[in-house]
C-alpha cells in the first residue's frame, strides 16, 4: 500500500521528510486505506471463479498436513468429477519467485502436487480446461505486505541488513571484585634497629626497583646505612615518619600495579560450563573500556553466596584501576558460526507466527521464520528465509503497524 497522502504533502511543500513523526506515519496512511472487495466464498470455504454456469472453488486445505490447494468444480448447480478437469495454478511471489503448480484426482476433488508456503501472499493465475473450453483467472491475494518509498523509509529510520552467516559466541555474565595480584607486595622493615634520618618515599609515591626510600642509623654502630626499593611499585602504607624508630615492623609497603586480579563469582548452576583458559571481557562500572583477557585459575574456597571464584589478570599499566574496584564480566562458554542468522530487533508477530520483513524494492513483506538458538543480538534461523534477504533489522514495528492498517483479505 503506497503512502499516498504522505507523498502528495511532500510534494506540496507540507511537510518535511526529516520532521515526519511515526503518528504522522499512520495517520497518513489511514486516509490511503483501500476498499477492500468482498471475497466470495464456496462450500469448502475456498475462493469461488466464476465464468457463466462453469465455476471452479480454490480452497487451501491443511488439516492433519501441510498447506495445499484442493479443486472443486461445478456447472451450474451440478458437480462436475475432478477427472475431467485439467487445472495449473501459477503463483507469482514478491522477488520474481513463480511457485508453478499441477493437479491430480483424488475423490471427488483435484488435489494440488506441491505445498503452499508461508506466506500465502502472491498473484495468483489458475487455468482450467473442461470439454473444449478453457478458463482463466487471476488476482492478488497478498498478506503481510505493504510498500514504502525509499525516502519516506530513511526518513522514518527503517534499516534493514541481508541475512547471512554469524559467528555466536555464548557467554555467561558474572560479577567480580579487583584484587592485588599474588606477589606484588613488598613490606619494608629496617635490616638493623635505628633511627630514621631520612625518608625518600612516601605513601602515595611511585617508586623504582633500585630507588633510595630511606635513611637509618643503627643504634649499635651508630653508623647510616641506605634502604632501596626492591621491586617497581606504589606505596600504598606508610609507617614511619623521619626522627622514629624502626622497631620490629614493617616500614613502608609498596605494591605492584600494574598487574591485577579479576576475582569473578560463578554460582554452582554454571560452574560446569566454565573453562580455564576461556576468553573474557570486562567492564569496569563508571567507564567504557572493554579489558581482554582470560581465566587462569579458580580458588578452592567458595564465597559467602557459594560461588566459586574464577581468576583473571587485568593489565592496570598506567594505574588507573583500583584494587577493590567491582566489575562485570563476560565469560565465552561457546563459539561457533550458524549458517543464517537475523536480528532480534527485526522480529515482530504475525498471526501465529514469528517474522521479519523482506524487503524487495520498495516493497516489504512477512517472512516467517523458524528460529533455535539466541546469543546477544543475535537469534538463529533454522528456516523460512533464504540467505543473502535484505530484511528490516531497525524499526520493523512501523512495517507491521502500517500492514495492520491495510488488513488486506487472503485465503486460508
Known amino acids: 500500500m503506497k503512502l499516498k497522502s504522505i507523498v502528495t504533502a511532500l510534494i506540496l511543500g507540507q511537510l518535511s521528510v526529516a520532521s515526519i513523526s511515526y503518528s504522522q506515519f499512520t495517520h497518513a496512511q489511514s486516509t490511503a486505506d483501500p476498499v477492500t472487495e468482498e471475497v466470495k466464498k464456496g462450500p469448502n470455504n475456498g475462493r469461488m471463479l466464476q465464468d457463466g454456469d462453469f465455476a471452479i472453488e480454490l480452497a487451501i486445505f491443511e488439516e492433519g498436513v501441510k498447506p495445499e490447494f484442493r479443486i472443486y468444480a461445478t456447472m451450474g448447480k451440478v458437480k462436475l468429477a475432478a477427472e475431467d478437469l485439467a487445472v495449473n495454478v501459477k503463483l507469482s511471489r514478491l522477488g520474481g519467485v513463480e511457485d508453478d503448480i499441477d493437479f491430480y484426482t483424488e475423490n471427488n476433488y483435484l488435489r494440488g502436487d506441491m505445498e503452499i508456503y508461508e506466506p500465502h501472499s502472491f498473484q495468483v493465475t489458475l487455468t482450467a480446461k473442461y470439454g473444449n473450453e478453457k478458463y482463466q483467472w487471476s488476482y492478488d491475494n497478498f498478506e503481510g505486505r505493504t510498500a514504502i518509498n525509499d525516502s519516506i523509509a530513511k526518513a522514518m529510520s527503517i534499516k534493514t541488513e541481508s ?197 524487495v524494492d520498495e516493497e516489504y513483506e512477512v517472512r516467517m521464520l523458524d528460529l533455535g538458538r539466541k546469543v546477544g543480538p543475535w537469534v538463529e534461523v533454522l528456516g523460512g528465509i533464504v540467505e543473502g534477504t535484505e530484511y528490516v533489522a531497525k524499526n520493523s514495528y512501523i512495517i507491521k503497524a502500517d500492514i495492520n492498517k491495510s488488513a488486506a483479505s487472503h485465503d486460508h
Open 163 to 359: 541475512v547471512q552467516s554469524q559467528i555466536f559466541n555464548e557467554t555467561l555474565k558474572v560479577f567480580g571484585k579487583l584484587k592485588i595480584a599474588p606477589n606484588a607486595v613488598r613490606n619494608i622493615s629496617a635490616r638493623f634497629p635505628g633511627e630514621i634520618k631520612m625518608l625518600h618515599a612516601v605513601l602515595g609515591q611511585r617508586v623504582t626497583k633500585g630507588q633510595l626510600l630511606m635513611t637509618i642509623e643503627s643504634n649499635e654502630s651508630l653508623q647510616a646505612y641506605k634502604v632501596y626499593s626492591p621491586i617497581n611499585g606504589l606505596v600504598t602504607a606508610q609507617n614511619v615518619g623521619a626522627g622514629e624508630q624502626t622497631n620490629d615492623r614493617a616500614l613502608l609497603t609498596i605494591t605492584n600495579t600494574t598487574m591485577l586480579i579479576a576475582e569473578l563469582g560463578v554460582f554452582p548452576i554454571d560452574q560446569a560450563k566454565v573453562k580455564l583458559g576461556a576468553s573474557v571481557n570486562i567492564s569496569i562500572p563508571g567507564t567504557e573500556k572493554v579489558i581482554k583477557t582470560q581465566l587462569f585459575d579458580a580458588l578452592f574456597d567458595v564465597s559467602k553466596e557459594q560461588a566459586k571464584l574464577f581468576r583473571a589478570e587485568v593489565a592496570n599499566p598506567d594505574g588507573s584501576l583500583s584494587a577493590g574496584q567491582f566489575l562485570s564480566a563476560e565469560i565465552l562458554l561457546d563459539k561457533y558460526k550458524v549458517p543464517l542468522a537475523v536480528k532480534a530487533d527485526g522480529l515482530q508477530s504475525f498471526r501465529d507466527f514469528t517474522v521479519v520483513y523482506a524487503k
